[in-house]
């Protein structure tokens, strides 16, 4: 009995995980879409609006390291799922496992996009 509460807790705890890891994701997609060039509307060329036509390099850097903390955060849930409940009842989250694999490759894609 008290072997299910504590299997149970570390399922609540992955659950935790796996939603912080996507909220991280989704804010660090918000402040990428923040550092892109903006782009020119009709309103912008109508009233000779001024635009960004550049990356904001800070913003760009800064969506880097949150999509690393995801993808950490993410590792971190994947090992405990795996070292806690690895036996075969317990199946692996594959929502961090997406997680990591989405918030590692926008990590590895922004690399190249600031080098």
């Known amino acids: 009995m008290a072997k299910n509460k504590k299997i149970e807790g570390f399922i609540l705890f992955i659950r935790f995980m796996d939603i912080l890891t996507w909220s991280i994701i ?54 405990i799922n795996l070292v806690f409940l690895g036996d075969k009842k317990h199946h692996i989250s594959y929502g961090l496992l997406i997680g990591f694999f989405v918030s590692f490759g926008a990590s590895f894609a922004f690399i190249f996009l600031l080098l």
């Open 26 to 79: 989704f804010a660090a997609m918000m402040v990428f879409e923040k550092a892109r060039p903006q782009t020119k509307t009709i309103l912008d060329i109508r009233y000779s609006k001024g635009i960004r036509n550049s990356w904001d390099l800070g913003l760009a850097q800064a969506s880097l390291w949150i999509f690393v903390i995801a993808a950490i955060i993410a590792l971190l849930g994947l090992l």
